[in-house]
């Protein structure tokens, strides 16, 4: 296996890596900004008041983009295992 091969196979699962949590993480910082401009604007610091949405919110998109992150990774480690021979020569 060549120092190239490695190196997009690396390249690769990074890539995967943030494609598949990159929705859980958006929607989760929108809220946060949200809740947090809200606290600004009203002067509440109440921590459970930005943690709880925060969770619902992530239960939410896990809910709903879950299926397709898990057959995101499926199909990439899929991928990884059929080519197991090609790496080795």
Avoid: H
């Amino acid at each position: 296996m060549t120092s190239e091969a490695t190196l997009t196979l690396l390249n690769n699962a990074l890539w995967i890596t943030v494609i598949i949590s990159a929705p859980l993480l958006i929607s989760v910082l929108v809220i946060g900004v949200f809740i947090g401009m809200i606290q600004a604007a009203t002067q509440i610091n109440e921590m459970t008041l930005s943690f709880i949405p925060k969770l619902i919110v992530l239960f939410l998109a896990l809910l709903f983009a879950g299926p397709w992150m898990l057959k995101t990774l499926v199909n990439y480690v899929t991928n990884l295992i059929t080519n197991i021979p090609n790496f080795l020569i």
